[in-house]
């Protein structure tokens, strides 16, 4: 569909708006510059709960109208594709004119960093002001706090928001319930590149039984204080090192077994159990 000779002159100095069926839209050339769509399909659960915001998409026109490519929406074009019942009835297509192949990739980039921020960091963010809540700390500004709220909600009461139905909504139910402890956790201004989603996790999960000794505890791995002795350290020291070797050779441990590990290491501090180098 050549939607640029449909256009009036002026469009070319401006975006124009058209609207396509969900076919016409799936037959659109991807970006030059997409990455790996089926990767990205993965990890769209929240395509099986239709929202209107879903049928607005945005693609790049040649001026001379001889060639076209999609901005985004690439990944809602393969679901729709391989789920028609799942597609709305319309597209509303935003088009931007460009002189070339290698504009139109470049602006594929603005796109994709763009919406990439959205799905994930604006929820996050949606939740926290649902709540009232203004974390102080970098962590937990970053946004990226699903994944851990969901290996806390499961280690905790043994429900599961990790399905394609439950996921798209869960950070609106699962942060107001941990918002006590979210907010301790802020208070000791946690280092994000130390608190991945375990250590998140094992976070939350020992300040809701023990607050005082958890807040302690993550304040002193979160500044580096563990204590090393001659032939043994504590707990503190083993997590720290223990994430420095993830960062730097990566983990193969599941997330859930790693959570208890430190909730386990917290154990053994609190009763001040420490661990033999021997």
């Not at 993965?42 to 209107?52: F, I, M, R, V």
């Not at 500004?141 to 869960?170: F, H, N, Q, V």
């Not at 023990?210 to 580096?224: T, V």
Request: glycine share 4%.
């Amino acid at each position: 569909m050549n939607v640029a000779r449909l256009q009036p002159v002026d469009s070319i100095i401006r975006p124009s708006y058209v609207k396509m069926s969900p076919q016409q839209w799936i037959s659109v050339p991807d970006n030059p510059r997409q990455r790996d769509t089926e990767r990205h399909l993965k990890g769209a659960d929240h395509l099986w709960n239709p929202s209107p915001t879903h049928a607005h998409v945005s693609m790049a026109i040649l001026m001379s109208g001889e060639a076209e490519w999609k901005l985004d929406g690439h990944t809602r074009a393969l679901f729709w594709q391989r789920h028609p019942e799942q597609a709305p009835d319309q597209i509303f297509v935003t088009c931007y004119y460009v002189h070339s192949k290698e504009e139109a990739s470049d602006l594929y980039t603005h796109f994709d960093n763009q919406k990439a921020a959205e799905t994930a960091v604006d929820k996050v963010y949606g939740s926290f002001k649902e709540s009232e809540f203004t974390p102080e700390s970098s962590c937990l500004k970053r946004g990226r706090l699903l994944s851990a709220l969901i290996i806390t909600e499961y280690l905790y009461s043994g429900e599961t928001w990790d399905s394609k139905e439950k996921r798209p909504t869960a950070i609106y139910k699962l942060v107001p319930k941990w918002l006590i402890g979210l907010k301790e956790f802020d208070s000791i201004h946690p280092n994000s590149h130390k608190f991945t989603s375990p250590y998140i996790a094992a976070a939350l999960l020992t300040l809701r039984k023990h607050r005082e000794k958890a807040l302690e505890f993550w304040k002193l791995y979160n500044e580096d204080k563990g204590i090393k002795l001659e032939n043994e350290i504590d707990p503190v020291e083993a997590v720290s090192r223990m994430q420095k070797r993830e960062r730097t050779k990566g983990s193969s441990k599941d997330s859930r077994y790693l959570t208890q590990h430190l909730v386990s290491a917290f154990e053994s501090w609190r009763l001040k159990r420490n661990y033999s180098t021997k």
